[in-house]
């Protein structure tokens, strides 16, 4: 069993900061990319930051750039997602989920990924 499992979600006031980090278990691929998504009641699910297995580069949405910062341990896994000066808008269940065999180019508009984890939730505060 595949197992995926994101933490670090809180309370946080507009220009705080928050570190999400995304753990798996039973996960033994070598060629992946690591998305966070995030997902708010009424909206569609916004990708927010990619990074690769391959060569580990990154990518992020426009909205979050400069602000967000995607990384993994020496490990590849966990990946981890620093959130600083966040704002009311980033408000959202943040999810982490991998997509096998595959690179960020296009990451935004990816579908059909292979695991999901549960989420958890970043709340910011105005």
């Known amino acids: 069993e595949v197992q995926f499992v994101e933490s670090g979600g809180g309370l946080v006031e507009a220009g705080g900061r928050l570190r999400l980090s995304c753990t798996a278990s039973?996960?033994?691929?070598?060629?992946?990319?690591i998305v966070w998504f995030r997902q708010v009641p009424g909206k569609g699910r916004e990708g927010v930051s990619c990074?690769?297995?391959?060569?580990?580069?990154?990518a992020y949405a426009d909205s979050v750039k400069g602000r967000f910062t995607i990384s993994a341990d020496t490990t590849k896994i966990p990946v981890h997602l620093q959130m600083n000066s966040l704002k009311p808008e980033d408000t959202a269940v943040y999810y982490c989920a991998a997509k096998l065999w595959a690179s960020c180019t296009g990451f935004q508009f990816y579908d059909g990924m292979d695991y999901w984890g549960k989420g958890t939730l970043v709340a910011v505060s105005s």
């Open positions: 990074i690769s297995s391959r060569d580990g580069s990154t």
């Open positions: 039973g996960f033994t691929f070598d060629d992946y990319a």
